[in-house]
T-cell receptor, first 118, second 111 residues
Framework: AQSVTQPDIHITVSEGASLELRCNYS??????LFWYVQSPGQGLQLLLK??????LVQGIKGFEAEFKRSQSSFNLRKPSVHWSDAAEYFC????????????????FGKGTHLIIQP | NAGVTQTPKFQVLKTGQSMTLQCAQD?????MSWYRQDPGMGLRLIHY???????DQGEVPNGYNVSRSTTEDFPLRLLSAAPSQTSVYFC??????????FGEGSWLTVV
């Protein structure tokens, strides 16, 4: 069975500092990987996704993530965080070939809560 | 989250009551699903559908029923609510082989 581990429950970063959120997955075949962000009381917004090809993917809001097959990781990075980045971040893995919101759904990590210090 | 609409946004139920969470999408997506989100647990799949007339169970289906009579709608029914079903519920949809889009969530409290 597939699984996703986000080792850090909470991370505190100063505004303007760089950020890296860790995500490790377990899956028997080629994974389809996602990062979502959730602001308090809101739904989930897709930051970026990896299906195939270039292992460094760019997303919205200045985020990027790198897929490392040898490490089973898909870490999220941002060079300089803004106070508005404070939110909950979820890594998720989908079965391959990914069939969307129905047939296999997504397996989510438990999330990392990002706190931004002024 | 344009395109996936959930209602109601907030609901308080008494134990044993029934209710339906509505989900509608106007993007003609084949796949729809329901997740629940609990503190420290991430999101867990309840039920999903790969098209009209077809549904199946996810990771945590007990206590929930679904149906998919049309492509657009995928309601989630709680037949006899229990406090353990207090959660935030998210409906999602996607076209085949592509990104999932989530609704804005429904906050349910069972007392």
């Amino acid at each position: 069975a597939q699984s996703v581990t986000q080792p850090d429950i909470h991370i505190t970063v100063s505004e303007g500092a760089s950020l890296e959120l860790r995500c490790n997955y377990s899956y028997g075949a080629t994974p389809y990987l996602f990062w979502y962000v959730q602001s308090p009381g809101q739904g989930l917004q897709l930051l970026l996704k990896y299906f195939s090809g270039d292992t460094l993917v760019q997303g919205i809001k200045g985020f990027e993530a790198e897929f490392k097959r040898s490490q089973s990781s898909f870490n999220l990075r941002k060079p300089s965080v803004h106070w508005s980045d404070a939110a909950e971040y979820f890594c998720a893995v989908g079965a391959a070939p990914y069939s969307g919101g129905g047939a296999d759904g997504l397996t989510f990590g438990k999330g990392t809560h990002l706190i931004i210090q002024p | 989250n344009a395109g996936v609409t959930q209602t109601p946004k907030f609901q308080v139920l008494k134990t044993g009551q029934s209710m339906t969470l509505q989900c509608a999408q106007d993007m003609n997506h084949e796949y729809m699903s329901w997740y629940r989100q609990d503190p420290g647990m991430g999101l867990r799949l309840i039920h999903y559908s790969v098209g009209a007339g077809i549904t199946d169970q996810g990771e945590v289906p007990n206590g929930y029923n679904v149906s998919r009579s049309t492509t657009e709608d995928f309601p989630l029914r709680l037949l006899s609510a229990a406090p353990s079903q207090t959660s935030v519920y998210f409906c999602a949809s996607s076209p085949q082989g592509n990104t999932i889009y989530f609704g804005e969530g429904s906050w349910l409290t069972v007392v």
